[in-house]
């Protein structure tokens, strides 16, 4: 059973330009939320979708934007990259109907912006 | 105001000891889930244990406990005879309102286990 899964595992991007992760949920899992980890620090929440719509989101500027496809999977879109983008992204899918609480992380996505 | 509040940045034991990591959270929400985590050096954060507002004892999973104490708002976590492969970082978290919400992230503490 596949958990979740992340590419890239690691990225070099230039200031101003635009990124895009990705990110594979655990199987069966319905839901996926990022979370921005700058170095030092806890993550942070982004968003999070639930049947191909932003359920959820957290204090980041439209720069961040997603999207869930009808397989679950989900992307991360970064534009206008600046050098604070620079941290670990990472992904959490879990099932949102069955009332459990674990989210279930990737191994992370390592952006940094030069 | 932080919601989670882990005041030790760093901490450290002996293989066999138990050692106790501290987090204390501010909520109004009635209804909210705690959570811990452990992130090794590759950057997964793995799930340890969970405790709800509405669970009456304190939440076990193997080596890890939760203690629980609803009127000081903590929720510390203890390990019980430490392994060298518990050396990480630790990761307080809090979900509020219903199951499915956003988790709230702690600062982290890390914790070094040596022989």
């Known amino acids: 059973d596949a958990g979740v899964t992340q590419s890239p595992t690691h990225l070099i991007k230039t200031r101003g330009q635009q990124v895009t992760l990705r990110c594979s949920p655990k199987s069966g899992h319905d839901t996926v939320s990022w979370y921005q980890q700058a170095l030092g620090q806890g993550p942070q929440f982004i968003f999070q979708?639930?049947?191909?719509?932003?359920?959820q989101r957290g204090n980041f500027p439209d720069r961040f934007s997603g999207h869930q496809f009808p397989n679950y999977s989900s992307e991360l879109n970064v534009n206008a990259l600046l050098l604070g983008d620079s941290a670990l992204y990472l992904c959490?899918?879990?099932?949102?109907?069955?009332?459990?609480?674990?989210?279930?992380f990737g191994q992370g996505t390592r952006l940094t912006v030069v | 105001a932080q919601k989670i509040t882990q005041t030790q940045p760093g901490m450290f034991v002996q293989e066999k000891e138990a050692v106790t990591l501290d987090c204390t959270y501010d909520t109004s929400d009635p209804s909210y889930g705690l959570f811990w985590y452990k992130q090794p050096s590759s950057g997964e954060m793995i799930f340890l244990i969970y405790q709800g507002s509405y669970d009456q004892q304190n939440a076990t999973e193997g080596r890890y406990s939760l203690n629980f104490q609803k009127a000081r708002k903590s929720a510390n976590l203890v390990i019980s005879a430490s392994q060298l492969g518990d050396s990480a970082m630790y990761f307080c978290a809090m979900r509020e309102g219903q199951a499915g919400t956003a988790l709230i992230f702690g600062k982290g503490t890390t914790l070094s286990v040596s022989s």
């Open positions: 979708y639930y049947e191909e719509e932003e359920r």
């Open positions: 959490a899918s879990s099932l949102l109907v069955s009332g459990r609480n674990e989210a279930f």
